[in-house]
Each structure stands twice: as C-alpha cells, then as structure tokens.
C-alpha cells in the first residue's frame, strides 16, 4: 500500500517561501490517474485544498491560494514539492498530502506536518 510522508521546516518567518516535500513509498507518482494533492488545517479551521497535481502532471490550484502556490514533482524520487509565497501567521497549520483517483476523495494521507509561521 502506497505510503506518502511529508516533510519540511517546522517553523517559518513572514513573508518567507514555505517549502514542504511528500516523499511517495509503496507507490510511483505517475501511476495512471492518481491525484496528488496537498491539502492543511488550520487551528480551530476545516481542512482546507490547496492543490493537486496529477499522474501526467497537470497542476490544479484553489483559486483563494493560487496566486502564492506551486507545485512541483520529481518523478525520479517519487516526491511531490508544495511551495507557497509570501507566508503569514494566518498559514500556520498541519500540512498533509494525500492521493487518490478522483481530485478530492484521499484514499491514503501522510500523517501531517506541523507549519508554524512565526518571527
């Protein structure tokens, strides 16, 4: 069964970039039709979608996040980047990946990774 395990800086500063990393076992990023998303939650907040990229490498987007997230893959690790710009207190949360065949239904996460934006 395919395991995802993110990983990055625990803390960050304003207006800094943050840069998380899903590193992909059991499985391979461009197996047909997965979805590879990111998605967080905030304290005392839902979880929240922030983008997808997909088996062949499209990118999806929320469109409240766009404008500050990319993502990017390395297909020869099997890892998944999640970058987001421009960082303030309001982006502190647990961030997880997930995948699964349709965009928004997960059939297996990370555990999460702790993101405190902080000076």
């Known amino acids: 069964q395919v395991q995802l395990q993110e990983s990055g800086p625990g803390l960050v500063k304003p207006s800094q970039t943050l840069s998380l990393t899903c590193t992909v076992s059991g499985g391979s990023i461009t197996t047909y039709s997965y979805y590879w998303s990111w998605i967080r939650q905030s304290p005392g907040k839902g979880l929240e979608w922030m983008g997808t990229?997909?088996?062949?490498?499209?990118?999806y987007y929320s469109p409240s996040l766009k404008s500050r997230t990319s993502l990017s893959r390395d297909t020869s690790k099997d890892q998944i980047t999640l970058q987001l710009s421009s960082v303030t207190p309001e982006d502190t949360a647990v961030y997880y990946c997930g995948t699964g065949t349709r965009i928004f239904l997960f059939d297996s996460w990370g555990q999460g990774t702790q993101v405190t934006v902080s000076s």
């Open positions: 990229i997909y088996y062949n490498g499209n990118t």
